[in-house]
């Protein structure tokens, strides 16, 4: 739906004009994921009367996608009976996410009109701790037993299908609930309706279990192409199914969290505008703090040469370019290393891979910086510092190549390390790589200087 | 498959003792996605062996698994009549990537080896642009007249479903071709089976252009909950679709490329260690040299202010400090606003809300910032700068507010400014805004110390 303007024009001249039934079979035709849009530039009583001329499915449907605020507003007006008809068509990972996201007043409302067997399964999903698979399944899946015909599948299906998220899989349970099969929709439509549903089944699925953290799920659906992956616990016992929706949601979380790591953030689950300024700025100060206390070291070392750039001013003029070089060669290497690791085509083992493969790099990249700033050099100091050009050219292109060598090397080890101890790699990203390259690259720069011209 | 080394043990053992049955029913259980893992482990001529092994199907879902060397050597070994099998197998879209992948003298051989029929559908998929839509959609689809029943849509299904990428959607076409609505499978296993295809299609179904940007098609799954998208020409004749799988493969793509943009390189289709050292500099060296010698721009403002830390060195202690700060608060800004835009979180109208969000959040931070660095100055130079020591904490404080302000905005609005160029917004990301921050913070804290401490 490209034109929210004009649907919503036009929405309102006919809510205005009462023409129920024409704005009825308009609604009809807007697909459940533009309705947020379209509610955004609404008014709040137009929404409720749109709303209330949804059919029963759809408006579930489009609940599910609103904004949690847009939710609130519009169960604050919701009689019980409407309350119950909606959380009862809500898929029970829609009504967790929902409860979660509720003020406690509103959970009350919500629970209230919760039928006693659902409550019971929305608090076991409750409980399962955040990230886990558990967390983000859902529990309305099609289940056979394994001695049943295609064609009595099928009638399971008419009949219960309309209840379940998905019926592009099916899975196969043993009298204990244990999953023991899968069946994809399209293997039972192309087969012959009289064969066993044991006789096409895939056995032993790929599954999660329900502590499994959800990015393994995610990496599981990129790995393996399922529209949903089956959630069982312990014992192998089927609980729930993760759908590939769900899994598109968590990769675009995952990496919009690794983002902000990497900008020496703390990931934030709300958007940019949803979230305030203090928040803003409570995710972000710990970070500047502490990279700002570290670069006071990098100051430290520049003050112990206070009489190397007291003897060859244009020293100082030097520093920005060594320390933004030395932090751009180590941060592409630890971006590099990161997504590698998150994408798993980098593994721990590849350490010794890496650290060959980024000194190699380095020397290259490093070499065709020195030569280049060597006759920069030439070209602008050449006049006024005749007699050193050499020496100040051998200093600075010999402190690019070593800058360049330790920020690649500190670039891919760190990732590594991080993950090896179980932290996130992201955290070893640009700002924390530059602040100790930054370090260690002024710390070559003076001694170099120091050596090469004797001061 | 968690074992892969396990398996392969095993797969050895079987291979020389010459137990093909065990063999073929240990390989019928394992997943297409694992094989290319399990190859990595295996020798060439066991490769071959478990890959003759195969049922026509499987092959053809493993071999659209493998990297594309894994292809080429198998290719080589194949036979003619082989070769014919696996493509006449394979999706149209996997076939597409193999001849991208592929030498010429391969590419000559697949060719000869596909009917004329398909050799053309091939040869139009290729003409697609790079990027677009039809460049990654496939040709197998199942598709309906609207007159039809339910049932005589399922014995379609049960007709050409095998040959078809997906039957969880199926589309319904007049007689120009041109879509006119989507059936979804659940939709028709739970109607009753002579009702007609029409009185349960959903009408004008989201639908995508053979032109539309890959990123712009992966962004519409995201929003919508398909497991496949129509692929139309300018005529709104159906001429492909684009499964789940194959956007999730496009989401994680273009999120490496935002991280490698980021980071101030080219990006790179390849995986980290398949890209050779020589390409890896390539990538690599474009910015770091436009960033190195951008930044003698801040070395040049430094040199100007000789004067300023000749009188007092202890100045130039703070240059680190202040450019790493700056650095990281752009770059802060500079991901939150790449990022939301990237997500359609954040619309280029949003300009202003985001430079009054950026400014405020800004002022807390660098007023916190100054703080702590205003105390951490009073303890460590209170004792030997005595006269100055008031002086200088303002000069450092007032300039970590000024930095913050200006890294912020200049974090915030680059972004967007790309976007408004049509550029893309990731490029405008740490390395460029901490060289723009860098020049101008080092600027206003000589000002801020010659105005304050008149030097």
New interface residues.
Partial sequence: ?ENIEELQEKIQELIQEKKINELHSMLD?I?S?DFPSLFEELKQDEIVIIYRLLSKEKAAEVFAELDSDVQKKLINVFTDKELKTVVNELFMDDTVDLIEEMPASVVKRILKNIGVKDRKVINELLNYPEDSAGSIMTTEFVEFKENITIQEG?DI??KT??K?E???HCYVLDKSRKLIGLVD??EM??SDRDLKISEIME??P?SVLTSDDKEDVAKK?????Y?ALPVVDTENRLVGIVT??D???V??EE??E???K????IPNEE???KTG??T??KN??L???V???S??F???I??KY?SA??AI??L??????I???G???G??S???????LA?D??KIS?IF??IW?EL??AI??GT??AI??AI?IYFQYGSSYQGEILHLSMVVGLTLILTAILAKLVGGILPMIAKTLKLDPAIMA??II??IV?MCS?LIFFKCAVMIMGI
């Avoid at 100082?316 to 370019?321: E, G, L, R, S």
């Fill in positions: 739906m035709e697909n994921a099928f299906i008419k299908g309309i379940k998905t019926v592009y929709i399209k439509l192309i056995e032993n790929i659906f990129d790995k393996y192409n529209m590939i929706d899994a598109i949601d990769i675009q990496n919009t690794d983002f902000e990497m900008a020496a953030m958007t940019y505008f300024v203090f803003h700025a972000r100060i970070w500047l703090l990279l700002m206390i670069s006071t990098t100051g430290a520049i003050e206070q750039f007291a001013p244009v100082v003029a030097f520093i920005p370019m320390m933004g070089t932090g751009n060669c941060s592409q630890s971006t590099l290393v990161i997504r590698g994408l085509e980098i590849d891979k890496v493969k190699r790099v290259v990249v065709i910086l280049v700033t920069r640009a700002p530059s602040t930054d002024i």
